[in-house]
């Protein structure tokens, strides 16, 4: 069973950092487009950060205006994790963090265009 297992999360205060993983099951994900969608409470999910697969190792990396410059998605030498790096947090990044794959390999911001989901973790920014 495919599977996307998350780690990380939790409590932080406003400016600080936290480090989200995401590891497949399926050594096949590393040429899939893999990434992290937010939903906060009463919101729709929304795109953050997604990689996508260009040969090799190699990734294009594609950003949320309201993240760039504050989080780094990254993936590993294998291509089966995806780790999400937020830095500078803000109370309005509170939400629930999901893990995300692609088949496809786009590099959709649309949420629709994922065929794999993890569980979801909490990401809580206090002010």
């Known amino acids: 069973q495919v599977q996307l297992v998350e780690s990380g999360g939790g409590l932080v205060q406003t400016g600080g950092s936290l480090r989200l993983s995401c590891a497949a099951s399926?050594?096949?994900?590393?040429?899939?487009?893999m990434g992290w969608f937010r939903q906060a409470p009463g919101k729709e999910r929304e795109f953050v950060a997604t990689?996508?697969?260009?040969?090799?190792?190699?990734?294009?990396?594609y950003y949320a205006s309201s993240v760039k410059g504050r989080f780094t998605i990254a993936r590993n030498s294998a291509g089966d994790t995806v780790d999400l790096q937020m830095n500078s947090l803000k109370p309005e990044d509170t939400a629930v963090y999901y893990c995300?794959?692609?088949?496809?390999?786009?590099?959709?911001?649309?949420?629709?265009?994922?065929?794999?989901w993890g569980q979801g973790t909490q990401v809580t920014v206090s002010s």
């Open positions: 995300a794959a692609q088949s496809a390999n786009s590099d959709s911001f649309y949420s629709k265009d994922y065929d794999y």
């Open positions: 399926l050594r096949t994900f590393s040429r899939y487009a």
């Open positions: 990689t996508k697969w260009s040969g090799g190792r190699t990734y294009y990396k």
